[in-house]
Nanobody
Framework: VQLVESGGGLVQAGGSLGLSCAAS????????MGWFRQTPGKQRELVAD???????YYTDSVKGRFTISRDNAKNTVYLQMNSLKPEDTAVYYC?????????WGQGTQVTVSS
């Protein structure tokens, strides 16, 4: 299974960015799909998660600003980030769960300037 992330980049505070993560390979059914982020010296934290049925979870700091979605036919998960803040600056990673296994994307940098 391979994950390819796209999106990210540099944006001013208050701006928007979109991330996508497409999975390919031997995939029968993806359970949860999620986005994590990590800054230097800190642990990777869960930002948002979406179950196969569409149930979503958001960490408190992004509620109302970020939206996670998925396209099961394309094995792709998206993260729309609005009203970005400098503290959202991080490397963002997608993660998918298939049966008992988890797979990670390569990470994409999101930088929000003040």
């Amino acid at each position: 299974v391979q994950l390819v992330e796209s999106g990210g980049g540099l944006v001013q505070a208050g701006g928007s960015l979109g991330l996508s993560c497409a999975a390919s390979g031997s995939i029968f059914s993806i359970n949860n799909m999620g986005w994590f982020r990590q800054t230097p010296g800190k642990q990777r934290e869960l930002v948002a998660d979406i179950a196969r049925g569409g149930t979503t979870y958001y960490t408190d700091s992004v509620k109302g600003r970020f939206t996670i979605s998925r396209d099961n036919a394309k094995n792709t998960v998206y993260l729309q980030m609005n009203s970005l803040k400098p503290e959202d600056t991080a490397v963002y990673y997608c993660k998918i769960s298939i049966s008992m296994a988890s797979y990670w994307g390569q990470g994409t940098q999101v930088t929000v300037s003040s």
